[in-house]
C-alpha cells in the first residue's frame, strides 16, 4: 500500500516536471515569437488578449472577482512610488488614446458607463468617505480655477451657462419644482449655518439693495414717457429747479481778505471768514498783501459753469 502511494507520487512528480518543461517550451516559444512580431501583429494580440480578459471577467463570479481584486490590490500595495506613479501615467495616457479614437456612439456608451459606476460608488460611501472626496474634488476644483487663464474662464462660464439656460428651457414642470425645492433647501441650509455676523452683513445688503431697487422703481414710475430723454421728464425738471431754487436762498458771501466765497454761516464779522479771523499774522497768509490773489481769471479760463 505505502509502496504504491510512493510509486503514484512519483508518477505525478514527474507529470508535474513534464509539464513544467512543456510550458518552459511553450512560453519560449511565444517570446521568440513576440520578438520578431510587427506592430501590428502585436496590436491584434494585445487586442485579442484584453477581449479574452474582458469576456472572462464578465463571466466571472463575484467571488472571483474579489480574489481578482485582492490580488491586484496586493501587488499595488508593494509598488514603489515612482513606479506607481509611472503606472498611472501610462494608463491616462491608454485612456487619452482610446478615448481620442472612440466613435460616438462608444463615447456615449462610455459616459453612462462612467456615470452608472459612478453613482453606484456614491450610493455606497460612508459619510467620511464622502466627505474625503467632496473635500477632494474641492481642493482639485481650487487648483484648476487658480491655473486657468482669462480665455478659458470666460470659455467655462459661457459653457456653464449655456448647459444651465439649455436645461431651464428644456425642464419639464417637476423638474422646475424639484430644482426650486433642491435651491430652497440649499439655502436654508446656508441660513442656518450662518454667524450672527455673516446674518447682520447679509440683511444689511439685502436693505441696502432693497433701498437701490425701491429708487429705481420710483424713478421709472415718474417717468411721463419712457422714451423722452431723463432731463425732458417733469419730475427730474421739478427736482432740477428746487434745488437751483435753494441754491439760490443761501446767502453768499466774499472774505474781504482771501476773497473766496462763503455761505453766511462760515463767516465771522461779516467780511472776514473765519480761517482769515484766526490768522494773527501780518501779512494774512491768504491775503492780497501776502501775494495769494492771483487777479483776474483769464479769458482762455473763463468758462461757463452752467
Ligand atoms: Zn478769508
Known amino acids: 500500500m505505502e509502496m504504491l502511494k510512493n510509486q ?31 506592430e501590428e501583429e502585436k496590436r491584434k494580440r494585445l487586442e ?6 474582458r469576456a472572462r471577467r464578465r463571466e466571472e463570479s463575484t467571488q472571483d472577482k474579489k480574489i481578482r481584486l485582492g490580488k491586484r490590490k496586493l501587488i499595488y500595495s508593494e509598488e514603489s512610488p515612482p513606479k506607481r506613479v509611472t503606472r498611472l501615467e501610462d494608463k491616462s495616457a491608454l485612456q487619452r488614446k482610446h478615448i481620442l479614437n ?12 462612467v456615470s452608472t459606476l459612478q453613482k453606484k460608488r456614491r450610493a ?31 470659455a467655462r462660464l459661457e459653457h456653464i451657462s449655456k448647459i444651465q439656460k ?5 425642464e419639464s414642470a417637476e423638474q422646475r419644482a424639484a430644482r426650486l425645492e433642491h435651491v430652497n433647501a440649499l439655502q436654508k441650509k446656508r441660513l442656518e449655518r450662518e454667524s450672527s455676523e455673516e ?46 431754487e435753494e441754491l439760490s436762498s443761501i446767502d453768499f458771501n466774499i472774505c474781504s481778505v482771501c476773497l ?47
Open 166 to 170: 439649455k436645461r431651464l428651457d428644456t
Open 124 to 154: 455606497a460611501e460612508s459619510s467620511e468617505e464622502r466627505a474625503v472626496r467632496l473635500e477632494h474634488d474641492n481642493t482639485f476644483k481650487k487648483k484648476q480655477l487658480e491655473s486657468e487663464s482669462t480665455e478659458q474662464r470666460t
Open 260 to 306: 473766496e466765497t462763503f455761505s453766511g454761516a462760515k463767516m465771522t464779522k461779516s467780511t472776514i471768514c473765519q480761517r482769515c479771523c484766526r490768522d494773527k499774522k501780518d501779512p494774512k497768509l491768504y491775503s492780497t498783501n501776502n501775494n495769494m490773489d492771483p487777479g483776474e481769471v483769464p479769458i482762455e479760463l473763463q468758462v461757463s459753469t452752467q
Open 48 to 53: 485579442k488578449r484584453n477581449e479574452k480578459d
Open 8 to 38: 503514484t507520487e512519483k508518477k505525478n512528480f514527474i507529470n508535474e516536471d513534464e509539464r513544467r518543461a512543456r510550458l518552459d517550451k511553450k512560453n519560449e516559444r511565444a517570446r521568440a515569437k513576440r520578438r520578431t512580431e510587427t
Open 199 to 244: 446674518r447682520a452683513l447679509r440683511l444689511q445688503q439685502m436693505r441696502v439693495f432693497r433701498k437701490k431697487r425701491e429708487a429705481v422703481q420710483n424713478m421709472v414710475q415718474s417717468y411721463d414717457d419712457s422714451t423722452a430723454p431723463l432731463l425732458q421728464q417733469t419730475f427730474a425738471r421739478t427736482r432740477m429747479m428746487k434745488f437751483h
Open 102 to 113: 472612440e466613435t460616438a456612439v462608444q463615447r456615449v456608451s462610455r459616459l453612462a458607463y
